[in-house]
């Protein structure tokens, strides 16, 4: 056995066509979405990575997908629908009265 039994630069994994690498880390991706969202996550910059694809094909990475919220009809006035009567508070137990009525004796 030889010592330089490292993986080849251009080795890929089996289903993983997409191979990204950076520093001392190869990552392999089965798609071009999933690559994608892992250099959102780990927000890697372009000049830190190397992408390649088995059969050549080329990447163009794209910035994080912002979702434009929809405004609402309905006025919100940040209040519970609920129609649940609110819980009474200690103060207001019916267990505090009936404590003080022994004590009228």
């Not at 798609?31 to 996550?41: A, G, I, M, P």
């Amino acid at each position: 056995m030889s010592k330089n039994n490292q993986k080849d630069s251009t080795e890929y994994y089996d289903g993983f066509p997409w191979r990204l690498t950076y520093g001392d880390t190869i990552c392999g991706f089965q798609c071009k979405d999933h690559l994608q969202k892992y250099l959102n996550r780990y927000k890697l910059k372009p000049k830190n990575y190397k992408i390649s694809h088995k059969d050549g094909e080329p990447f163009e990475s794209r910035k994080k997908h912002t979702t434009k919220l929809q405004p609402t009809t309905r006025k919100s006035n940040h209040r519970s629908t609920s129609t649940v009567p609110k819980r009474k508070s200690s103060m207001d137990s019916i267990r505090n009265t009936t404590s003080n009525s022994k004590n009228k004796k």
